[in-house]
Every structure is written in C-alpha cells, then in structure tokens.
C-alpha cells in the first residue's frame, strides 16, 4: 500500500566534499525560482517535535496542498546580496564577505541563516537579488516557514550546481532552521515541502527519518478533497509557546500531556490504515479523536474562539474538523459530506474568517529558470 523512501540517517553528513558546486567567482547569469507546497497535517503533529520522537518514536501523516512557498534569486552585479522575505518591510542587505561572522537576526533571520550555512558549506555566493513569500499569511499553521526554508535551500543549491536529493534539501533546511537558529518546531513540514504528496512520516528514536508515500485510490482522494473545506481564522498565531509546551509533556514523567501525544501518534497510525482503505467515516472519527488528545498536550492548542467556530461547524453537519499546525489560531480544516459543504462555508463565514479553496498535490519542491 506504501512506497517506502530510503531512511534517512542524520549520521549522513551533507558536505560539499561529495559535491560538485559551482566554480567559485562564477556569476549567476539567469534568474531561477523555486517552489514548494504547503502542507495540512491530518495527525500525528507533536510527535515529530525530536524532544518526543526521540524518545518515543514519532509518525506523521500529512498531505500537501495548492498552496506554495516561493524564491526567486536574480543576478545582481554590485558584489552585493539583497533578501526581501514576504512584505517590503523584511529586507536586508550584505556583503557575501560577511556572511562567515553574521549573527542571523530580525525579520530576515531565516534567510540570513540559509545563506551563512551555504556559504560556509559551499564557499563563496554569486551577488543576487534573493525574494521569497509564501500564499500563507504567517502562523498560518500551513508550515510557511519551514516551506520558505526547503525552496530557498532548493534555489540556491540549483544556482550552486549542487545535487541534493529531497532527503537532502529536507534535512538541510531542518538544521538550519531548528539546530542552527534555534527556532521551534517539529520536522515533518521540511518533509512535506520537499516531497509532496499525501505521506506518513516515521522519526526514529536514533534521529532517522523515513518518508512513505501512500497509495491512495484516486476516488478516496476525490472525495476527501471535495470534503475539505480549509478555513482561516484571521488570526496569526505564535507556535513557539505550544510546541515548548509539548516538549516539556515529552521530557516530564508520565503526565497526562505525554499520555496524549501518545494518543496522538495511536490516531495517526489508525488514519493511515482508513485512508489506505477508503474508509473515510473512520479516518473522520480518528481525526476527532486526535484533536481531543491534542488539546490535552498542551493547555493554549485551543480557545473559546475556536471551540465556538468548531461546534457551530459540526452543528451545521461537518464530519470532523482539526486545527492545522500547532494551535491557537491559523487555519482549521473541516470535513463535510460534498453536498452539504455550501451551509458549513455560509456560517463560517458568517464568523468572519476566509474559506481558502485548495486541491491537493502530488508534487515537492520544484525549480526553474527564467529568460529575461
């Protein structure tokens, strides 16, 4: 039923000694782009986070949307490398020379940090206009950040004529986004990005990560995407607190928040075996079970905001509704018979939030060059 993916072993360095980069002082030419999709996580979220998966063992299932990250890097001819992140407001400006002593910070941390780990790994960068955003507004709960790391990481290795397979780029991202910069989080969204697809993750307790693609009947993914409907809150929220909050339930002695993200991972592993079998009814029930034990994980998943627009949902005639991300905001996901989805959309919109209409995709992180 699954294609399984070679295991990744973080004992695998990515060194550029087993590449073929670009000569250095090689000027870039062409604009190249990338992009990747964004990622609804249907179970399984939590346990990725290495505080758990480390311990426990962690899984995942998720599916990729029509929704993306992007990157665009343009040549530019001063020497120098600009970043513009999202709005107009993000942006930055240096020297490629700097970038071995620069202290990622602000609103262009991220980006700074891919750049100072190429450049260390890779040598020097070409001058170039680097911009990158995403369709998601931010704390969407859709892994915008993580997406806009793998397209960078995906860009730029392109542009540097460096071979890195998805397992590759995914980890390359993760390091540099969790390890170097230390912000919070869990794994399976560089995972999503740079694979596509509807997939369930395996995080090993030794830090290894397998990607097994599921071999979903095109008639169950129909139905389960003409079920969906994506809605966003309006309201951005920070994971960071939450996911802390998860890894402190991982590290304590057995705690109710440890009993649910054990939960948690049980309903992720039941998801998978309904979906291979496209029975929906139960993948809906073990969709609802999985929210409850995720709001016992940590005390700020949910509100009483979010809790009137889940109730009001499901007394409209929704099956079964989850937020995605960590909680507290961002985008919920409802399922609802086909026929009935036009009432559910009515009333959630009645609250004031946006219906995003989406499809899902099969297809990773992907790049391409321009002519002009």
């Not at 400006?93 to 450049?119: K, M, N, Q």
Request: one cysteine or more.
């Amino acid at each position: 039923a699954t294609t399984r993916k070679p295991c990744e072993r973080p004992t695998r360095p990515i060194h550029p000694s087993a590449t073929t980069p670009r000569p250095m002082g090689d000027a870039l030419v062409q604009t190249r782009r990338a992009r990747a999709p964004l990622r609804l996580g249907f179970g399984g979220g939590g346990t990725d986070v290495p505080a758990y998966s480390s311990r426990y063992g962690g899984c995942v299932l998720n599916a990729t949307i029509s929704m993306y990250a992007y990157a665009s890097v343009a040549p530019r001819a001063d020497g120098r490398i600009g970043i513009r992140l999202g709005s107009l407001q993000h942006r930055a400006e240096l020297a490629p020379a700097d970038l071995a002593e620069l202290e990622p910070r602000g609103s262009t941390a991220l980006v700074e940090g891919i750049l100072r780990r190429f450049a260390r790994d890779y040598g020097p960068l070409p001058s170039m206009d680097l911009a990158a955003w995403s369709d998601a507004p931010p704390g969407s709960g859709l892994g915008s950040s993580s997406t806009i790391a793998v397209v960078i990481c995906t860009v730029l290795a392109e542009i540097l004529r460096i071979p890195l397979g998805e397992y590759d780029v995914a980890r390359l991202a993760y390091e540099i986004e969790r390890v170097e910069l230390g912000m919070s989080g869990g794994q399976q969204d560089q995972y999503a990005a740079a694979f596509g697809g509807v997939n369930f993750m395996e995080f090993h307790e030794d830090g290894g990560v397998l990607v097994n693609p599921l071999r979903i009947k095109s008639s169950v993914l129909s139905e389960l995407e003409s079920s969906l409907i994506l809605y966003y809150t309006g309201v951005s929220r920070d994971s960071a607190k939450i996911i802390e909050d998860q890894i402190s339930a991982a590290v304590s002695t057995p705690s109710r928040s440890l009993e649910a993200l054990h939960r948690i991972k049980q309903e992720a592993v039941a998801m998978k075996k309904h979906l291979l079998r496209g029975d929906l009814a139960s993948f809906y029930e073990a969709i609802n079970a999985g929210w409850l034990a995720k709001k016992q994980s940590a005390h700020s998943i949910s509100n009483s905001s979010i809790e009137n627009l889940l109730s009001g949902a499901m007394e409209a005639g929704a099956l079964a509704a989850k937020l995605s991300g960590a909680g507290g905001g961002g985008f919920i996901m409802f399922f609802a018979r086909p026929e009935e989805r036009s009432s559910i959309v009515e009333r959630l919109l009645s609250s004031g939030g946006q219906v995003y209409p989406v499809s899902f995709t099969g297809t990773g992180a992907q790049h391409w060059g321009v002519n002009h």
